[in-house]
């Protein structure tokens, strides 16, 4: 079975703080993306990642950054973090990116700035 | 822009059939999926339509019309376990999945 972990489930830090959430995926998946979920929206991507130090930015980039050191981790950075950036974020993975292949999502990170 | 439109929430009766529409706009297609997320839980794949039809798979079967936009997941036999929000997501043209806000379906008894 594909396996997605995230270091935190849940995480409480102060405006401007640098956060750091990791992911890490144990199948050799080529690709791995950041989403961030609130409440009545669709998931959106933050970044994503099609191999090692290979990086895209997706439909909400501002205000992150990643780093793909490796080809099973990938982290998200929130250089300064704000009020606005409190939400579920989620890290996926997938084997390739093209046709049927889906993504296996981790059990996310609830991220509270105060 | 992208659009994908799904119920907000539907309510269903355990033992019965519910049907949740997924309508979409996007720059081209390249197949739709539909994942099931327990609340607080991460989304798990339910299903994949690439061509028109109905794909079945047990309880679950899922239906694509490309020319209308439009898809439906058919749940059969509801259990309770089968409350949770259900996300229809379409990839476009350049690979990327673009996502519904999901329906959130509550199964009474």
């Known amino acids: 079975d594909v396996k997605v972990t995230q270091s935190s489930r849940y995480l409480v830090k102060r405006t401007g703080e640098k956060v750091f959430l990791e992911c890490v995926q144990d199948?050799?998946?080529?690709?791995m993306f950041w989403y961030r979920q609130d409440p009545g929206l669709g998931l959106r991507l933050i970044y994503f990642s099609y191999d090692v130090k290979m990086k895209e930015k997706g439909d909400i980039p501002e205000g992150y950054s990643v780093s793909r050191e490796k080809k099973e981790r990938f982290s998200l950075i929130l250089e300064s973090a704000s009020t606005n950036q409190t939400s579920m974020y989620l890290c996926a993975s997938s084997l390739r990116p093209d046709s049927s292949y889906e993504q296996y999502f981790g059990p996310g990170t609830r991220l509270t700035v105060t | 822009g992208q659009n994908i439109d799904q119920p907000t929430e539907m309510t269903a009766t355990e033992g019965a059939i519910v049907q949740i529409n997924c309508t979409y706009q996007?720059?081209?297609?390249?197949?739709l999926f539909w994942y099931q997320q327990h609340a607080g839980e991460a989304p798990t794949f339910l299903s994949y339509?690439?061509l028109d039809g109905l794909e079945e798979k047990g309880r679950f079967s899922s239906f694509l019309s490309r020319s209308k936009g439009y898809s439906y997941l058919l749940l059969k036999e509801l259990q309770m376990k089968d409350s949770a929000s259900y996300l229809c997501?379409?990839?476009?043209?350049?690979?990327?999945?673009?996502w519904g806000a999901g329906t959130k379906l509550i199964i009474k008894p």
């Open positions: 997501a379409v990839r476009d043209s350049n690979y990327q999945l673009i």
């Open positions: 339509n690439v």
């Open positions: 996007t720059s081209g297609f390249n197949g």
């Open positions: 199948m050799d998946h080529e690709n």
